[in-house]
């Protein structure tokens, strides 16, 4: 089991940057993918990128893709979001999350995947 602690978020205008951490701690070594989420109020909870551990391949979703960097340190012990030129469609709660498991039909974007989650970090965008 690992457990995820996510910091980092704030209120900021639009267009600036955020860097999120999420401290990871537990059986590090279990992680196969971590991941990044956020939910809007009245929205599903939607996949913002994914990082598999292992092999270091790297996914964004489509909606932040070119102005975020999913990282992480050394030692897997923290695993970094840096979001650039925010948008107020990026508000919403970020969670870190990971999936402990090498395979598993279908794709990172879906949550169910994902056994560990930590408690969320609120992103407010203002114009």
């Known amino acids: 089991q690992v457990q995820l602690v996510e910091t980092g978020g704030a209120s900021v205008q639009a267009g600036d940057s955020l860097r999120l951490s999420c401290k990871v701690t537990?059986?590090?070594?279990?992680?196969?993918?971590i991941g990044w989420f956020r939910q809007a109020p009245g929205q599903e909870r939607e996949g913002v990128a994914c990082?598999?551990?292992?092999?270091?391949?790297?996914w964004y979703a489509d909606s932040v893709n070119g102005r975020s960097t999913i990282s992480r340190d050394a030692a897997m012990r923290t695993v970094y979001l840096q979001m650039l030129s925010l948008k107020r469609d990026d508000m919403a709660q970020y969670y870190c999350?990971?999936?402990?498991?090498?395979?598993?039909?279908?794709?990172?974007?879906?949550?169910?995947?994902?056994?560990?989650w930590g408690q969320g970090t609120q992103v407010t965008v203002s114009s």
């Open positions: 537990g059986r590090v070594d279990d992680i196969w993918y």
């Open positions: 990082l598999a551990v292992k092999s270091g391949t790297i």
């Open positions: 999350a990971a999936i402990d498991q090498a395979s598993f039909e279908g794709t990172w974007r879906e949550a169910r995947f994902y056994r560990s």
